[in-house]
């Protein structure tokens, strides 16, 4: 079974800082791009970052440029999202996704996601 | 970046209806369009990619069309099942923007 499995999340004061990971399973993790999405309380998805197959390509939203990296390990199939600086607004539910080249020759979609952890940001 | 609109917000509909909901782009972003569905405490699922083309195992009363800037998701014979949050979302650059929602309700 195809699967994403994410952990990390919690309660972080404003300033503070947070690992996410995410597991993968039943794919070839290796051969995708990785995503990380995110949705705060009662609002809509926002894309936050890609990460290219082998790393060597890392894409952010402005709003989490220079405070969030993220980073894979191919040999633990694990995607990883280091959040620092963090604030009340990126208080959210955080999926790890897979980015799936759908159709040639570049149209891509997520097509797996992860149940999501959970980031509250607050004093 | 490139922003996505969606209309109606929100909408109400009946079993059996057929429902249509739009996303417009700020700029041509040819067909790399995708649809989501999501339900309450669910993580999102895909639909629709590449604006029409249908993701395997989604049921084909589900449809989409469009190119350029403006696209739609067409649902032909409302199920039970189907009343969720619908999102589209440009694959065209990055930042892969999402449109804000249409929340599909009962009526």
């Known amino acids: 079974e195809v699967q994403l499995v994410e952990s990390g999340g919690g309660l972080v004061q404003p300033g503070g800082s947070l690992r996410l990971s995410c597991v993968a399973s039943?794919?070839?993790?290796?051969?995708?791009?990785m995503s990380w999405v995110r949705q705060a309380p009662g609002k809509g998805l926002e894309w936050v970052a890609n990460?290219?197959?082998?790393?060597?390509?890392?894409y952010y939203v402005d709003s989490v440029k220079g405070r969030f990296t993220i980073s894979r390990d191919n040999a633990k199939n694990s995607l990883y999202l280091q959040m620092n600086s963090l604030r009340g607004g990126d208080t959210a539910v955080y999926y790890c996704?897979?980015?799936?080249?759908?159709?040639?020759?570049?149209?891509?979609?997520?097509?797996?996601w992860g149940q999501g952890t959970t980031v509250t940001v607050s004093s | 970046d490139i922003q996505m609109t969606q209309s109606p917000s929100s909408l109400s509909a009946s079993v059996g209806d057929r429902v249509t909901i739009t996303c417009r782009a700020s700029?041509?972003?040819?067909?790399?369009l995708n649809w989501y569905q999501q339900k309450p405490g669910k993580a999102p699922k895909l639909l629709i990619y590449?604006?029409?083309s249908l993701q395997s195992g989604v049921p084909s009363r589900f449809s989409g069309s469009g190119s350029g800037t403006d696209f739609t998701l067409t649902i032909s014979s409302l199920q039970p099942e189907d009343f969720a949050t619908y999102y589209c979302?440009?694959?065209?650059?990055?930042?892969?923007?999402f449109g804000q929602g249409t929340n599909l309700e009962i009526k």
């Open positions: 590449a604006a029409f």
């Open positions: 996704a897979r980015l799936s080249r759908m159709y040639a020759p570049d149209y891509y979609a997520i097509d797996v």
């Open positions: 039943g794919f070839t993790f290796s051969s995708h791009w």
């Open positions: 990460i290219k197959q082998d790393g060597s390509e890392k």
């Open positions: 700029q041509s972003i040819s067909n790399y």
């Open positions: 979302q440009q694959s065209f650059s990055i930042p892969y923007t």
